[in-house]
Structure formats: C-alpha cells, structure tokens
C-alpha cells in the first residue's frame, strides 16, 4: 500500500501544473449552448477523473519536443471523447455507478444521457478538426469507430462462456487501448515526431492500455465498492467473461466449471458469495495470470519508450506504466 | 397529387445515375469490423431513405464546378449522420416506426440502437477527415454538437406549452437546418467555391432545411400512417410543440386552449379525436401558417441560388426546394 501510494504522489507532485492546466482547458472547451448539457456533462467530467488520457498526450508531445501552446486545449478531447463513452457504456450496460456517484443516465435519464454522451463525442471531433492534422482527425474518428464496435462486440459475447483469451484481448484492445493509443500517438504527430517516435509512443499507448484494462478487470474481483466509485463484482453481475474467470475456466474441473457458470448474472449475490467466488478465482489461478500479463504489457510499454532519451518526461511515463498495475481505483 | 407525382418524377429521372452511385457508396464507406453493426445499420440505412442530404451535396459541388471522382464517397457522410441521429432520436423519443418498420431500438435492442449510432457518426466524421479539409470536418461535428444540444433542448421543452415561435425555429434549424445547409456548404466547399458562392449555399440550405422541418411538423396532422412510414400523430402523443399547435393556442379561445392542452401527451388517442383536434387546428389558422412559413422558406432557398447561371444542376436545385412542400413523406 506504502508503495502505492508513494508511486502515486511522485507522479503528482511532476504534473502539479500540467494536471491544473488540463482541468482548466476542460472548462474551457466544452462550450456547450445549454445550461444543461453542461450539468449532465459535468457530473461524470468532473466528477475526479484521473485525467490520464489527457496527461498521457501532453507528455507524449513532450517527450517528441513539442513547444507550442495548444496542447492542453487539444489533450481535454481525450478526456471528452472517454466521458462520452463512460455515460454510454454505463446506460448500455445498465451500470448505477460511476466515479462514485449515480450513473447519468440514472439521474437524467436514457434519452439526455444518448444525446449528452453524443454532444461529447461532437466535441471531442471537433477539438480533433482544430489540430489541422487530418492524420490526428482520422484517428480520433477511427477510435470511436472502433470504441462503438467493441461495446457491441461486448454486449454480443455477454454470457458465453466459451469466450477465448483472444477474443478477450480484441474486446479490450477496442474498448480501452485504441483511445490511450490515440492519445499517445496525437502527442506524437503534433510535435511532428518522425515515424520512429511516433511508432514508439502508438506502441506504449497500445500496451498502456491493455495493460490498463486487464488491471481493470483484475480490480473488478480485489478493490472494494468504495476505493473503485462503481459497483464491485459489477462484470460477474452482468455475466462479462473477463481474463480472470477466462483463465480459471480453462483450468476448472466439470464442477468447478458448474460453479463459476452458474454465479455468472446471478442475481443477489451475497458479500459471502462473491468472497468464496474470487477464492475459487485466486486458486485457480485466474487472478495471478491476469495480473502476469498485465504486467508483461507495462513491461511492453515502458521498453517501447528505450528509444527516447532519458529525462523527466520518460521518467513520467515510465512510473505512468508502473501505475497501472498498482491503482487501487 | 398529379403535380406531385410529377415533380417527383421530373427531378428522380434527372439524378437516376447520382441516386445509383450514392447507393453504392453507402454499402461500400459502411465498413464495420462487424456483421451485427452492418445489420443494425442497414435496418435504418436501407430502408428506402430518399438520400437527399448526400445528393444535395453531390449537386451543390456540381453547381461551384466540383470536377473530381470522391464526391459521392463523401456525400454518404452525410447519410449516415442523419441515420445515427434516427436511430438516437428514435430511441429518446421512444418511437415505433422509422421508414415504415419497426424502430431499431425495438428491433435490436437500446444498448445496441445506442452503439450503432455512435459507430454510424464516427463514420461519418471519418470521411469528412478524408476530405482532408479541415473548415469541412470542423461543419460535420459542429453539425452534431447542435443536432444532440436541439435534441435534448426539445427534450426539456416537451410538454411546454408556452413556447415560443422563436424557440421553435431554434430547435428546428438544430434538429434539422443545420444538417442540411451542412451538406450544400461541403459541396461548396469540396469544390473550392469562393466566399460569395459558398454563402449563397449555405442560405440555400438552411432555407430548405427549415423547410422541410416545418413542412414535416405540418405532415404529422395531415399525412396518414401508411404514406408517412412512422406513426401518425406522433408529435401530439409525446406533447411535442410544433409551429401547427404554437400558431392555433395564440388565436385560441380559453376554452380551446384548454382542449388543445388535453390532448397534448394524452393516451389513446382515437382516430375520431385526432381528426377532430387538426380540424381544430385548420380552423384556428396552424395549418395554413405552418404551410406559408414554409412556403417563404422555400422561395428564400430558390432565391438564394439566384446568384448561380442557369442550367441543370440550379433547375435540380430549384426543384428539390419545392418538393421540400409537396411531398407525401
């Protein structure tokens, strides 16, 4: 725990002004025409995201040699385009909580939660458009195209069981890592990082963020409801077939196997329940290789950074990658 | 009616060959990683939509003297913009009918009426990045930032019986002017027009989006289900204001206000009472306002292309401004 929280203000005091920077450029930008898109926008945007996203972009200029002044401007489209999906993630997988506080479409409702989640996604676009970069603009749609498919993809696969550890990985690749990637990779091409760098860094946001989703996943069955601010055991509930309960499966006797299909979307799981259930998860292994490969792609990201010189802003990315195995939120 | 079937006619056998080529774009700039996405796409896309905001495209960058190959590619953008927004609108107004058959929220589901249409979008940003101008991709998410903000402002007005004529014309040019007068302004804009011919097709297509909205909000209390290929007097049931209803409650009397604020979100409507309320609404003027407004609309669209040399593409033009008012559905 010492440990964590140690990495986690080591990473803070460094960003101190740049996090401060984005917070304001996210106020700034969202400049929506109505008092109350701004209400449902506000209450996942600024409810204490971690801001990564945006972070992730800023120092991925950075570290290309970035010096112009529009970075933090652009970087909140990440932080926007993320929000969108959240709030509709969250009404398409009926989720209560979020951040720690009631989901959106649970306080205003399916339709302005629709078309608020469509008002950040527009945004997002069009901070896109300002860069000029048609690259960048292609990426940042080419995201949300891939996003969109992956939430389907999801909600195709939920409640098969015999979802392999491949299909898993291409669920997650679009769901998380193809908008760190974007993030990164945006850093990259406005700096006009030459093809090497700009390879590097798309490689670190990629393994970053599956590394971020397989800890993410992980947590779902470790943290409890308050340190996470959403539901606990909330996959096992929607009967999402995640890495761990992939893995356990492949390795789970004919009765092991009853037991696990048969908590998947139960209803009214006890406390007692799901603690034997991430018992039988831990023996079985699942929890461990789940945590093993996610700490093979931080290992990924941060040596695909050994190119850039070494310095403060490596330094930031490389602890931005330890990070995500050790979030306990 | 024969006029009617005339024009139709007159302007189908001119643009035969452009509706063809638009079509194939459709299927072919679709492209989703997932035969599920291409299903609930299609059930909207190919339903028989009359893909008037991609031909307008087609001919505005025709009439500014666009001579390269990827303006249909492009067009379809716009297609698939006015599909995902169907496909939100339909579910956030909780709509049953869409082009005559079952509502892709009923069909497939909200979660996945949800996600096809953030794919749907994120598509059409990706071709308006092909473009690689950048004023144009910045018009098609600004399109969509005001389509979701009119949206969910309709959303908060419904059941407003105070709105205003002003506050209406504000949700409309949102809802449905600013996709329009988008699509003539790309045109332009694809084929290098200079400023004066490019403002004169952006008022063409704001008049003749506005057109089209009011014409549309007059044909929910005159057209019949079966010709319009949604429910009929869907506007009244959800206690949508529209210019028909705004126009008869400022001539009403106390008594017809009352009657008219009654049936406006009232269940079960029956085919004799809804006869009965647009006979109300003829006899206090809202019919034939709503038809004059229109009408001025349209005449300020064909004034608009006045500054244009005569010929084919300003007499398609022309003509698709007055169907805008003779249209069936």
Redo the contacts between chains.
Sequence with gaps: MNSVTDLKDRIKSRVTKDLAEIEDALVRNLN???D??RDIAGHVLFAGGKRLRPLLMVLSARLCGYDGDDDKNISVLFEYLHAATLI?DD???EAVLRRGKDAAHLRYG???A??????L???S??L???T?I?KV??I??????????G???Q??NKGRLDLTEAEYMDVIERKTAVLIRGACRTGALMAGADEEKDRALTDYGYHLGMAFQMADDLLDYTADTLSLGKTIGADLKEGKLTLPIIYALANASEAEKMYIEGMMGKEGVTAQEFRQFTETLERLGGLAYTRNMALAAVARAKNALSMFETGETRDLLSMLADYAMVRQS
């Design positions: 929506p025409h109505d109350l898109v509709h009404l398409v997988d399916n339709a302005r629709v078309l608020t989640g469509d008002f996604l527009a945004r676009l069009s896109a458009a300002r000029g048609p603009i292609g940042i749609a080419g995201i949300t195209e891939d996003m969109s498919q939430e389907i993809r909600l195709t």
